[in-house]
Nanobody, 125 residues
Framework: QVQLVESGGGLVQAGGSLRLSCAAS????????MGWFRQAPGKEREFVAG????????RYADSVKGRFTISRDNAKNTVYLQMNSLKPEDTAVYYC??????????????????WGQGTQVTVSS
């Protein structure tokens, strides 16, 4: 069983930046595809960003491309989401996710195996 714990959320002004962290308990972290999802009130959970096992490839939702950067440090069992130029519409609970059974980065929620409990990001105008 893999446990994921997000941190780094908070309140920030529009145009500001935050860096989210996700610490994983798994002993084979480098074998997991990692991703970030978010869920705003009244909306379904949506894909934000994903990163391959080695960190060699990434994938982003169009809404965050150019503003957010996902990265990972396999030595620290941690994945990060650097969020710049934040907008009020980025306000959501952000969830870290791990996929253990496939190597591709997918945008649908159904194939991801483990989820964190989320961290709140609020962007004020």
């Amino acid at each position: 069983q893999v446990q994921l714990v997000e941190s780094g959320g908070g309140l920030v002004q529009a145009g500001g930046s935050l860096r989210l962290s996700c610490a994983a308990s798994g002993r084979t972290f480098s074998s997991y595809v990692m991703g970030w999802f978010r869920q705003a009130p009244g909306k379904e959970r949506e894909f934000v960003a994903g990163i391959s096992r080695s960190g060699g490839s990434t994938r982003y939702a169009d809404s965050v491309k150019g503003r957010f950067t996902i990265s990972r440090d396999n030595a620290k069992n941690t994945v990060y989401l650097q969020m710049n130029s934040l907008k009020p519409e980025d306000t959501a609970v952000y969830y870290c996710a791990a996929e253990t059974s496939r190597s591709t980065i997918v945008v649908v929620t159904t194939t991801w195996d483990y989820w964190g409990q989320g961290t709140q990001v609020t962007v004020s105008s």
